[in-house]
């Protein structure tokens, strides 16, 4: 039997023996792309690549940066949605960039899903798995769930630069934008979903009452109930604010925790991998519902803007 098919017949035991061989340490961080996309393994083994110390924290316009950024897009390429690089410089002058992947819907008319994650960190040994290495690699399971499925509108995934500096890459893209703005029915954002632990909630902000995706979610929600999910309320500070101001709904997935926010020790170890998956799967989803929703969500959207007044 090949080497490959046996370790994946046999992956209960050759975990156990790689953790008593320290030497296959560097091994079992390879993110197992072979796993189902919610796999909570293969989901902390994405959140690790990003989070690795020798990326030093993904601070905006470092080598670690580019590094993060390389990852993604190859991981996006392997997807088959030949993702494309939207470089901008930050406030203090670095080069960085937003990386913007398009899953083709069938009904160009019908509108345009964005999921987004910021991928920068804060750098200088602050490593940022949960802050946003987990947003990230949620976003990468909802590209995998979906890629080589045709929905009706068109989901566009996104990884943002430069958000630790405020919300930079973001607003570049609002300012700058490579699609139809006018187009995008909902933006669904992804900012520290690896604690569910801390507070055992999720928070899915800016599912206002009236919003289509807030029905949907609650309706989606159903088949997790290994989650709960706390719903409504404004949230500030993250990507979705740009597209907000736009009058784009947003849903932001996040998982409040103060105990390691912007400090040294949000790292890998510390994450809460399967109810990340768990939430990673709620948000795809709802992706799914929003893209395939028959409901006119741009007349909705006209209507009732982001906060669904
Ligand atoms: N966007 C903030 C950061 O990356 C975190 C945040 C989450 C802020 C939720 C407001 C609400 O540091
Ligand atoms: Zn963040
Ligand atoms: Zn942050």
Same mark, same amino acid.
Request: with cysteine; proline share 7%; charged share 30%.
């Given at each position: 039997m090949p080497l490959v098919r046996w370790y994946r017949d046999m992956r209960w035991p050759l975990v156990l023996v790689l953790a008593l061989a320290p030497s296959a340490h560097a091994e079992? #961080? +390879?993110?197992? %792309?072979? &796993? *189902?996309? @919610?796999d909570a393994a293969a989901v902390k083994a994405q959140v690790a690549a990003l989070a690795d110390?020798? /990326? $030093?924290? !993904?601070?905006?316009? *470092?080598e670690g940066d580019a590094a993060g950024r390389a990852l993604i897009r190859a991981r996006l390429d392997a997807l088959g949605l030949s993702p494309k690089e939207q470089a901008f410089d930050d406030d203090a002058g670095h080069a960085t960039a937003n990386i913007l992947a398009t899953l083709p819907g069938?009904? &160009? $008319?019908?509108g345009i899903v964005i999921v987004g994650a910021h991928h920068d960190h804060l750098g200088h040994k602050h490593l940022g798995a949960n802050d946003n290495a987990s947003g990230v690699a949620a976003m990468l399971a909802i590209a995998d769930a979906l890629h080589g499925t045709q929905p009706r509108r068109t989901i566009v995934f996104a990884a943002w630069g430069a958000e630790e500096r405020g919300e930079e890459g973001s607003a570049y893209f609002v300012k700058h934008?490579?699609? $139809? /703005?006018? %187009? +995008? +029915?909902e933006y669904i954002n992804l900012d520290m +979903?690896?604690? @569910?632990? &801390? !507070?055992g909630w999720v928070a899915a902000m800016g599912? =206002? #009452?009236? /919003?289509p995706a807030t029905a949907m979610l609650e309706a989606g929600k #159903? &088949? =997790?109930? !290994?989650l709960s999910v706390g719903i409504g309320g404004r949230a500030e500070r993250s990507d979705h604010e740009a597209f907000c101001e736009q009058g784009v709904p947003y849903v932001f997935f996040w998982t409040p925790d103060? !105990?390691? @926010? %912007?400090?040294?020790?949000?790292?890998?170890? #510390? /994450?809460?991998a399967a109810h990340m998956a768990q939430i990673a799967a709620l948000a795809g989803d709802l992706v799914s519902r929003l893209a395939n929703s028959k409901q006119d969500l741009l007349a909705s959207r006209a209507k009732l803007g982001c906060f669904g007044r």
């Open positions: 079992s #961080k +390879v993110p197992d %792309h072979e &796993a *189902s996309p @919610y110390p020798a /990326l $030093d924290g !993904r601070a905006s316009g *470092s069938s009904d &160009a $008319d019908a934008p490579t699609i $139809d /703005l006018d %187009h +995008v +029915v +979903v690896g604690s @569910y632990s &801390a !507070r599912t =206002f #009452k009236k /919003l #159903k &088949a =997790f109930p !290994r103060d !105990r390691c @926010y %912007h400090e040294t020790c949000d790292t890998t170890d #510390k /994450l809460d």
